[in-house]
């Protein structure tokens, strides 16, 4: 990546974040706490290349080096000031609206991310802590709408899609609009940004105001995933385990398209939490599709889920392909279980809180060579368990593609070495494989791609 033009500014929100005290600034500062500092540029960097198509975390920070931000405490609130910044983020000098809107957006998370863990009520060490945290996080962004009835759909996906995928994925985008339902995705490109197009225009047709494109995301993948325009509520979670806990929280039903490891590593942690016992009568309308180009992709999906977690894992998942408003009409049916099941238990509409969820899929995950080698992938296993463990060992592929910890750790050590049952390994390298050979791994147009991993059985 070529380093692009920059620009000096002076950028302050418009009502996005409340005054930040002396003690935050200083938190966000570099003699504060450079820690925090450097986690709040590296996502203001991520941000500000918004509409870049890079997807390499290491690249980008490389491309920028002397790009700084610095937080100054103002009478009237708190003032950014922005040298090197990329200059794509401006127009005429002045940063476009939704960059500066997502800016603040990541100040607000990560300080409040600090503080809140700063304090005494966060209880890290239990399941239901770790989801108060979760909540606490959500609310604090007013992401929690209390009385809006289910309508909130999660599309998961690659950012490394085909052009005729990515169509694809606006024309269920535009069904579900057409619906009047919101759309929540990880904000990035790809997938991540087609239904929000698609629901925009949807939306406008319906003469609808207040519509919600919800992004949510985390630090190791903002970098490398920078956020889309179209997201209006940015939420910057403190790892990938809570982000991904927070999309089955806030959404009230998802919808998969073809993607990679990524989009693998969601759907195992999806599939593991419905397969708990506790979950067994719990409505979540779950949905894969993409277009007829796409069938293999989805097909090799679903293999592996049947070679690996069974025919109860088959259960709990509808294949739609080429059918987008069979998708909306589904999805939309879906919703009206779940919005009957929370009136007669009471339970949120905002916040699923009955959705049983074990620690051993809260539980952060830090991507080692030993821990990814130590893994625990034996058939012997409970469904929910290996299912853990197999979204894992995808989130630690991911790393090692896209994340500047893992481009580094593979860099320095090799490849990760992932160790099985052979009834598990061979289908897990048959996905792999034809993940590489369908140009799942990275974006189209790019070097020919190097694993990060070795399966070994």
Known sequence: MQPRHVINASVSPKGSLETLSQREVQQLSEAGS?????????????????????????????????????????????????????????????????????????????????SEL????????????????????????????????????????????????????????????????DVCTGCGPGVMKGPMKGATIAHAKQRMSGSR?????????????????????????????????AFVRVGHGIIIFPGGAGTAEEFLYLLGILMHPDNRDLPFPVILTGPKSAAPYLEQLHAFVGAT????????????????????????????EVKQFRRERNDAFHFNWLLKIDEGFQRPFDPTHANMAGLQLDRALPSHELAANLRRAFSGIVAGNVKDKGIRLIEKHGPYEIHGDTAIMQPLDHLLKSFVQQHRMKLPGGAAYVPCYRVVS
């Open 118 to 181: 700063a304090s005494q009520r966060i209880d890290l060490e239990s399941s239901q802590g770790i989801t108060d945290y979760v909540f606490h996080l959500l609310r604090n962004a007013r992401t929690l709408r209390p009385g809006v009835e289910p309508k909130m759909v999660v599309c998961w996906g690659g950012h490394s899609i085909s052009t005729e995928e990515y169509q694809y994925t606006k024309k269920v985008g535009h069904e579900l609009g057409l619906r009047k339902l």
């Open 213 to 245: 494109y919800l992004g949510l995301t985390e630090p190791g993948i903002i970098a490398a995933e920078a956020p889309n325009p179209i997201v209006n509520e940015l939420v910057i979670l403190p790892d990938i385990e809570k982000r991904l806990e």
């Open 309 to 336: 977690l069974g025919d109860a894992a088959h259960s709990l998942y509808q294949i739609i392909i080429d059918d987008p408003a069979e998708v909306a009409r589904q999805m939309t049916e879906g919703l009206k």
């Open 34 to 114: 450079g820690s925090i500092y450097a986690l709040f540029r590296q996502c203001a960097l991520a941000i500000l290349n918004t509409g870049a198509h890079v997807d390499n975390a290491k690249t980008i920070l490389d491309a920028y080096k002397d790009f700084e931000v610095r937080i100054h405490q103002q009478d009237r609130g708190v003032r950014l000031e922005l040298l090197n910044a990329p200059a794509d983020a401006f127009v005429d000098g002045e940063m476009i609206a939704s960059t500066r809107e997502m800016l603040f957006s990541a100040l607000r998370d990560i300080v409040y991310t600090e």
